[in-house]
Antibody, heavy 125, light 107 residues
């Protein structure tokens, strides 16, 4: 079955970096976009952007440029989210979630399914 | 960016009753609208896509309706497992955007 498995919770100090992994199985990894969604404590869902798994080209939503980097390792069907210069307000659960079809021309916007289990990143001194 | 607005923020319903959740888009998204359910401590789960198509395994008591800018999720005869937060999301254009959510709680 289609499944996304994320890395475990992280506790980081302000200014540090974190890299969250998302391993996909059960489908052809390079045919579907991988989205990243943030959920701050007690808050709603916020689309951070996504990556074209066919070309490796990332797209970042407003507010997620500069310190946020999406990357891939297609050899192991894994997507990554790296956040640098962490701040307290980055404390959140980060989800990877499969999007719609991708090809060399881009990805179609689509519903998001399935979702990874989420990775809690806590930033605290 | 298309802004998605959900109402009400909280809906108190007794088990067995029907719940009606609304979602409005700031501009037309055609039928490119999905609904998700999220329970505490869990990842969201896709319920409805294409505004009205239930995802595999979703009970028939969940029904989506609407197109353009106005959408509704109906949950008939609420079961205990249905008390959760529900989000709508448009995928008509980038960036993908979510509504703020409606929490369905036990009355």
């Amino acid at each position: 079955q289609v499944q996304l498995v994320q890395s475990g919770s992280e506790l980081k100090k302000p200014g540090a970096s974190v890299k969250v992994s998302c391993r996909a199985s059960g489908y052809i990894f390079t045919k579907f976009a991988m989205n990243w969604v943030r959920q701050a404590p007690g808050q709603g869902l916020e689309w951070m952007g996504g990556i074209n798994t066919n070309t490796g080209s990332p797209t970042y939503a407003q507010g997620f440029t500069g310190r946020f980097v999406f990357s891939l390792d297609t050899a192991v069907n894994t997507a990554y989210l790296q956040i640098s210069s962490l701040k307290a307000e980055d404390t959140a659960v980060y989800y990877c979630a499969r999007g719609d079809y991708c090809n060399s021309d881009g990805c179609s916007p689509g519903e998001i399914d399935p979702w990874g289990q989420g990775t809690l990143v806590t930033v605290s001194s | 960016e298309i802004v998605m607005t959900q109402s009400p923020a909280t809906l108190s319903v007794s088990p067995g009753e029907r719940a009606t959740l609304s979602c409005r888009a700031s501009q037309s998204v055609s039928s490119n609208l999905a609904w998700y359910q999220q329970k505490p401590g869990q990842a969201p789960r896709l319920l409805i896509y294409g505004a009205s198509t239930r995802d595999t395994g979703v009970p028939v008591r969940f029904n989506g309706w609407g197109s353009g800018t106005e959408f509704t999720l109906y949950i008939s005869s609420l079961q205990s497992e249905d008390f959760a937060v529900y989000y709508c999301q448009q995928y008509n254009s980038w960036p993908l955007t979510f509504g703020g959510g409606t929490k369905v709680e036990i009355k």
